[in-house]
């Protein structure tokens, strides 16, 4: 793949140096990855030249469902042994059952203090020790005026969307960092780079963990570890279901895709 290519929809796919193979390897900095219309989970790892993950291992936070989900099966499909984490066991186990490559389940509620540190202490434990790739996508959302948001709505938003990944990004490193090796994908919103109406403290916290994923990649980087962001538009998940259920809100949204269309969270 170029330094800088497109998928057909003419949405840059992928940023990188010239050693760039694929979405979770090689080493290039920072990139900003902008979904719409597309399937998220499959553009994780079915770009043209991708090589298989076989052998490889994943963490996926939030994938009890949604786009969580979604990318975990398209890593598993690709040959990764996957490490499902999130609050609801049930939902981890759904998932899990669709899967090939010896899934592992982990619940945690990643917006504790201790959540991640444990999450991350199964999962390697698991793993034997080894970690490739760590999917930052667990999350919440806020449609709120913003100047009636409360003390306790902000703190919930802050510890979910970003003490969360910075704690679990934290406590995998030193594994990464003692093989010179990983890649660390987070899961932004576009709504982080344009803002969005009654959407303040969400677009905050987007936007903070696009500013930790460039200290990261500029930090980690000469450890052998990726750093990048992905920054979907509106995706058909449960978190968004009420609001497309309104049509006549779509042209405002629309607009985050060139083409105008939503994105599936689901994986060929």
């Avoid at 979604?70 to 040959?79: E, F, S, T």
Wanted: glycine share 10%; hydrophobic share 45%; aromatic share 4%.
């Amino acid at each position: 793949m170029s330094p800088s290519s497109a998928d057909a929809t003419g949405v840059v796919l992928s940023t990188g140096d010239a050693n760039h193979r694929d979405g979770l390897d090689g080493r290039s900095a920072h990139e900003q990855i902008c979904f719409g219309g597309s399937d998220l989970g499959t553009a994780f790892v079915t770009r043209p030249g991708t090589e298989p993950l076989v052998g490889r291992t994943a963490l996926v936070s939030g994938a009890g469902r949604g786009i969580g989900a979604a990318i975990a099966r398209a890593l598993d499909a690709a040959g990764a042994r996957v490490a499902l984490v999130a609050r609801t066991e049930r939902e981890l186990r759904a998932v899990a059952a669709g899967l090939a490559h010896d899934p592992v389940v982990v619940a945690a509620d990643l917006g504790t203090a201790a959540g991640p540190e444990a999450a991350a202490r199964g999962v390697l434990s698991a793993f034997g020790g080894r970690l490739d790739v760590l999917v930052n996508n667990a999350g919440t959302l806020l449609r709120k005026d913003s100047h009636t948001v409360t003390v306790e709505e902000l703190d919930l938003l802050w510890q979910t969307n970003v003490r969360s990944a910075l704690l679990l990004t934290a406590a995998v490193l030193p594994a990464m960092v003692a093989r010179r090796a990983g890649s660390i994908v987070s899961v932004s919103s576009i709504s982080g780079l344009r803002g969005a109406p009654r959407r303040s403290i969400y677009a905050a916290t987007k936007a903070a963990l696009d500013g930790m994923t460039r200290a990261l990649a500029m930090e980690y980087g000469p450890h052998g570890i990726r750093a990048n962001s992905v920054a979907p538009g509106v995706v058909e998940t449960a978190m968004w279901k009420e609001n497309l259920a309104k049509p006549r809100r779509w042209p405002t949204w629309s607009c985050s895709s060139p083409r105008t269309r939503r994105g599936r969270s689901r994986a060929r």
